[in-house]
């Protein structure tokens, strides 16, 4: 078996750049370079000043720090990279298609397609091809038929490597991965493609996490863990209206049912609803597959986390303007957080976006204040959403780095990411420069009822009885 020299990650995203530091940093004798198109993102990657970092991950920055420049590259040479490269990573993004066929559904593959029809242009020798991103079942097959294309005698096996991280946890995930899944071709040469590359991750991961499967399965799997974690979420966000209507504590009912060792503690949070790069994509592409092979059943089960997790953030809105006297118009409401979870800056499917726009169609002015993210991130998220347009998205927000300013005289506080520095405020000083009565909807049930109530805030959680 020919041992890996060079790696090339293409795409350098949330899972390219966090995956790629730390298979370097185990790796020290494997160069690798991460490209990508996007000029900026490179720039930000190579930037001495850590804290430029495209993206925010505990524990990141002191990676990139010791391997870039050793044995990590970040560039704009895509072609290069994958010339000299022995394995290439596609760690490209897969939206959901917003056009045509399968529209708001199937996973849009033209970026991996690109992707796939570069390599085969460029590449002069064999190449493992390694798919990162979350992919519908059956893309590898795509994949391969493109590079079988080239007609220049050069072989590429193709692997299924799924990254389970999660982001705001990226860098303990992959130190320390409960497995890594590889799916390959059941012949020799796939079996050889799997073995060379479940021995960088052997560096540092145990043996016997080192999964391998077949293609299908090893894709499969992947969404299938993250419907089944979202369905969790969802699940509990069900009872948690449940709870509000009839007086039970939903993080008690967690609490309770987490420790039926068949249940498990994990992924019970009630919170105003899922986001994230991954969930809604995954289920999503679940359906549309069970759809495409015809199978209504299936697809209509796993459609309803989605809708679920649809109606937790449209009633947490609701929950808002009937609270606030039935009108928001013109009233301040102040939201703390913006990503979809703590710790991370990315915003993707982040339930703020949701609940921000259905606001703000009730005319209230939105003022955000989020630790990571950037004005520009939270406009371009509304009007990705297309419902409302550019000009109308910028007169209803208004972002703010300090958050005391963010909820002076706000009629509304709505806690939407679970950032832990929110626990820390001078709740009293706020509560004074509040509109009254003052109200906070903690949708992620962080903060001190008890301690707020005394203050004199009229307090909504996610799941409690009130
Ligand atoms: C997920 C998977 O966990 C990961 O394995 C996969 O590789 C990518 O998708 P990620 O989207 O980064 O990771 O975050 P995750 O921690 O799974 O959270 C997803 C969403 O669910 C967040 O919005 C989070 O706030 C929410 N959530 C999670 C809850 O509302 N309640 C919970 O109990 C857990
Ligand atoms: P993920 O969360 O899956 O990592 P991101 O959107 O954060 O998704 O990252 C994907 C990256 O892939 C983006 O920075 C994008 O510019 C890059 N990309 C997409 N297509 C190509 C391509 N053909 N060549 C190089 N980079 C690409």
Redesign the pocket.
Known sequence: MKSIKKICC???????GPTMAVIAQKNPHIQITV????QE?INAWNDTDLRKLPVYEPGLDLIVAEARGRNLFFDTN?DKAIDEADLIFI????PTKTYGKGKGMAADLK?IE??AR?IARVAKTNKIVVEK?TLPVRTAQAIKRILDQTGNGVEFQILSNPEFLAEGTAIADLMNPDRVLIGGAETVEGQEAIEALASIYAAWVPQERILRTNVWSSELSKLTANAFLAQRVSSINAISELCEVSGADVSEVSRAIGTDSRIGSKFLKASVGFGG?CFQKDILNLVYIAKSYGLDAVADYWEQVIIMNDHQKHRFAEKIVTTLFNTVNDKKIAFLGWAFKKDTNDTRESAAIYVANELMEEEAQIHVYDPKVTHLQMLSDLDYLATRTPEKNKKHLTTHTDPYTALEAAHGIAILTEWDEFKEYDWQRIYDNMQKPAFIFDGRDILDHQALENIGFEVYTIGKGN
């Open positions: 293409v795409g350098a995203g949330y899972v390219g490209v990508d198109i996007n993102r895509v760690s490209v993004n897969t970026y690109l992707c570069q991103s790069s």
